[in-house]
């Protein structure tokens, strides 16, 4: 069983910068694509950043465009979320997602229901 574990959420004030990392763990058969959501109450999971197993293909939410930068080391088996110029709307519990794709070094994802794995979330709070 593949298992996530998101760190680095806290609470921080606008226009701050905040780090999150994933770390997957247990036994993957082949490759995997990555992704990045979030919730805030009230509110359905939205899609944040995604990318490729290879990291020449990724996605980010047009809200977030600019702002965070997805990346990983596939070698620690680990994802990160860097994400600056943190504003009040940046507020919901954020999660990692891995979609295995066995042999596919592009494929990415940007829906909820494509995903095999989720993590436990971090909460983000963005003060004003």
């Known amino acids: 069983q593949v298992q996530l574990v998101e760190s680095g959420g806290g609470l921080v004030q606008a226009g701050d910068p905040l780090r999150l990392s994933c770390v997957a763990s247990?036994?993957?058969?082949?490759?995997?694509?990555m992704g990045w959501f979030r919730q805030a109450p009230g509110k359905e999971r939205e899609f944040v950043a995604a990318i490729s197993w290879g990291g020449g293909t990724i996605y980010y939410a047009d809200s977030v465009k600019g702002r965070f930068t997805i990346s990983r080391d596939n070698a620690k088996n680990t994802v990160f979320l860097q994400m600056n110029s943190l504003k009040p709307e940046d507020t919901a519990v954020y999660y990692c997602a891995l979609r295995l794709t066995r042999d596919s070094v592009s494929s990415v994802y940007t829906a909820y229901h494509q995903y095999d794995t989720w993590g436990q979330g971090t909460q983000v709070t963005v003060s004003s």
């Open positions: 247990g036994r993957i058969f082949g490759l995997y694509a």
